[in-house]
């Protein structure tokens, strides 16, 4: 059994709409698979509200990262501090 306490590393997907998204099951397998004790959770997070979320994410300290989907692609870059080699193209 999995205990989710104050050390479990949190990764999540940020998509809207989000129940269709399969990734965090997917994910969840292959994190219990490999023994860690992170999870992969759905952030359903509207067009309208990244600028509210996305500054939150940032002092998040147990959420080393995070993905998110198209319609939020092009509009997080805007409210990023820096972006990665993969991020600039």
Known sequence: ???ID???KI?????DPIAQVRTP???NEIMADRGSGAVFVPFHV???DL???VPGLKVWR????????IP???ATLALCDRLGPIAKI
């Open 51 to 53: 600028p509210t979320f």
């Open 25 to 27: 099951h997917s994910m």
């Open 72 to 74: 939020h692609k092009e």
């Open 62 to 69: 147990n959420l080393p990262a995070s993905t998110l989907t």
């Open 1 to 3: 059994m999995r205990v």
């Open 6 to 8: 104050g050390n479990t």
């Open 11 to 15: 990764y999540g997907i940020i998509a």
């Open 46 to 48: 509207r067009p309208g």
